[in-house]
């Protein structure tokens, strides 16, 4: 029996407080599913420095294929410390066509 690969195109886990350990299995699944070209992950305001240049860095992988990648919600200092870093792989994903990078909307009540 040979290994299935898997065909996932599109992973979206927007809002589930996914913190900075919880971005090793995506960074996984973002280099080595060539398959993956959507990853929301929006609205997850437990994302630090460390989990969002682990993203940025996979993203830049040869491996990844995103061509729609969405990142809203953690601090904005946390998105101010990772930006350059996102610049630099925005720059090397040569199919990426979608990106946002967007800090934690003040809501006025």
């Known amino acids: 029996g040979g290994g299935r690969r898997c065909a ?8 589930i407080n996914m ?8 960074v996984a699944i973002m280099t080595r599913v ?4 959507v990853l ?5 305001p437990m994302l630090t420095v460390a989990g969002l240049r682990q993203i940025a860095d ?10 729609t990648l969405r990142v809203s919600g953690a601090g904005r200092k946390a998105i101010n410390a990772a930006a350059d870093r996102f610049s630099a792989a925005v720059m090397r994903n040569g199919a990426l066509l979608d990106f946002t990078l967007e800090t934690t909307r003040r809501r006025n009540c």
């Open 8 to 15: 996932v195109e599109s992973l979206r886990l927007r809002g």
């Open 19 to 26: 913190a900075a350990e919880d971005a090793t299995p995506i």
């Open 34 to 37: 060539p398959s993956l070209t």
């Open 40 to 44: 929301d992950l929006s609205d997850n």
């Open 58 to 67: 996979a993203l830049a992988h040869r491996g990844c294929r995103l061509r």
